[in-house]
């Protein structure tokens, strides 16, 4: 979709803020008009906000393709802020995963959305066309499949969507990842045939400075190992590389907007499966940072990967902040559903940017409490620690193993099982199947950094 200063258009979308008119949420159509014109039902003008607009318009192409509207006008907003929200609610709402099926809206989507001219508004939308972009080339990686999306694959689609904006991206095979000393990574990648990768893509924008990096967990499949997840709860798992696709997303992001920030994604990439040489309960492993882990189970692989993504990045890397972004734990799904990433951090000062770029992103994190007595769930009687701190307060101890292997650098930790994906029905303003949630505010956070 594209925007186009002009009013001239097949149709008009109009903002209504009078709910004897139309009801708060609601869509409706008046086609006698003179153009067919679709009112969109926004509530009190007083208490709008670009979320509530976002949210809304994100059904507007729902119903403007039952009558083939390619080019509407839109009407009735006048802040530059909340027309680019609507501008987002339509993009998401626009979105089809196409990959496997072909789209059978394909000649009815939205192609521009035509905008009057305001202040300030071009520059939001231009941003914000990069920021929908960025989103929807994560949604496409992770609504892929693993048959297709696996190491390799995922290496090789960074690549052609991030060189492009001027970010170097390099990938290590195996053998480079053991010199490095991956261990754990690489003691979850042994059960697959599939080459474990590390992808590391660098936006330089600032000369010298430090990176900040992002980090992604890059799980391509995870069946849970010997500790196998049952049938449901594994079909989605093809979406367990979730953070990955998000942190490159943000990436293209910060580079296409052309951000004058240092920012890298940082990604080791592999499939959690099983055979004959996969790791198992009950084994001791070593780690990049050279503490002993113990295997409870081999379904808390994320954090193993993490655990060595986060130390060799530190260590490497040297950046100012870190943040991993993760599809951890089922626990967070308990604790926040699919509406809200859980955060876990070892320093205030970015949680608290952290907090800030969400909100100006209009996505939910909510900070975890992650008291240092959690921190007992994790010991281990013959390894320094053990992969998994039991069922109670699963997504804090989860979090807070991930901290065991930062040694300084200020680091927050999302937990985004429950945001990333939602099999069967959109939820605005996100689309079915993958949300493209947490691009935009990790933007943010590198913009405001
Ligand atoms: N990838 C899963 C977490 C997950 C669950 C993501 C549901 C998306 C939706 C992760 O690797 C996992 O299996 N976690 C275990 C940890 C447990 C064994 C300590 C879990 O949450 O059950
Ligand atoms: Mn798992
Ligand atoms: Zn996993």
Redesign the pocket.
């Known amino acids: 979709m594209r925007y186009e200063f002009s009013n001239s258009g097949d149709a008009v979308v109009k903002a209504v803020f009078d709910t004897q008119k139309v009801k708060k949420g609601s869509l409706r159509f008046e086609l006698q008009a003179e153009k067919p014109t679709l009112l969109v039902g926004l509530g009190d003008k007083e208490a709008v906000t670009s979320a509530s607009v976002r949210e809304v318009f994100f059904g507007v192409p729902g119903q403007l393709s039952n009558y083939e509207i390619k080019r509407p006008v839109l009407e009735g907003l006048e802040e530059a802020e909340l027309v680019t929200a609507a501008f987002e609610g339509i993009w998401a709402g626009n979105y089809v995963f196409t990959r496997y099926k072909k789209d059978e809206l394909a000649d009815k989507r939205i192609e521009t959305l035509c905008v009057p001219k305001m202040d300030a508004l071009k520059e939001k939308l231009n941003e914000s066309t990069i920021l929908m972009e960025s989103a929807d080339f994560t949604r496409y990686l992770v609504n892929s499949r693993s048959i297709d999306l696996y190491p390799q694959t995922l290496a090789e689609l960074a690549k052609a969507e991030l060189e492009p904006f001027g970010v170097e991206v390099e990938v290590l095979g195996k053998k480079q990842a053991e010199e490095a000393g991956l261990k754990a990574f690489l003691a979850v990648s042994q059960g697959s045939d599939k080459e474990p990768k590390v992808i590391i893509a660098k936006y330089n924008g600032a000369g010298d400075a430090p990176y900040g990096a992002l980090i992604g ?1 890059g ?1 391509t499949y ?1 069946s ?1 190992g010997y ?1 196998i ?1 049952p049938g449901e ?1 594994m079909f ?2 093809f ?2 590389m ?1 953070g990955a696709a998000t942190v490159l997303g943000a990436v293209r992001a910060a580079a296409a907007a052309k951000l004058e920030k240092n920012v890298a994604a940082v990604v080791l990439a592999c499939e ?1 499966l099983i055979d004959g040489s996969a790791y198992k309960n009950g084994d001791i492993i070593s780690s990049h940072r050279g503490k002993t882990i113990e295997i ?8 193993l990967t993490l655990a060595d993504a986060l130390s060799y990045t530190e260590e490497t890397m040297k950046p100012s902040y870190m943040v991993d972004v ?8 308990v604790a926040l559903g699919d509406l809200a990433a859980g955060a876990v951090t070892n320093d205030e000062g970015l949680m608290k940017d952290l907090l800030a770029s969400a909100e100006e992103a209009d996505e939910l994190i909510w900070q975890l409490p992650a008291y240092e007595a959690y921190k007992e769930q994790y010991k281990s009687k013959y390894a320094d620690l053990k ?5 109670a307060g ?2 804090i ?2 979090g807070l193993f991930l901290g065991e292997f930062v040694e300084d650098t200020p680091w927050v930790h999302l937990d985004v ?2 945001v ?2 939602r099999h069967d029905k959109a939820k605005a303003p996100y689309p079915m199947g993958a949300s493209g949630y947490g691009v935009k505010t990790l933007y943010k956070l590198v913009k405001n950094r």
């Not at 992969?387 to 069922?391: E, H, R, T």
């Open positions: 967990k799980l995870d849970g500790d997840k709860g989605d798992m979406g367990d979730a959690n409870d189970s081999t379904d808390a692989e994320g954090r993760a599809t951890l734990t089922g626990a967070v799904v992969n998994s701190g039991g069922f699963g997504a101890t989860a099982a429950g990333t994906y």
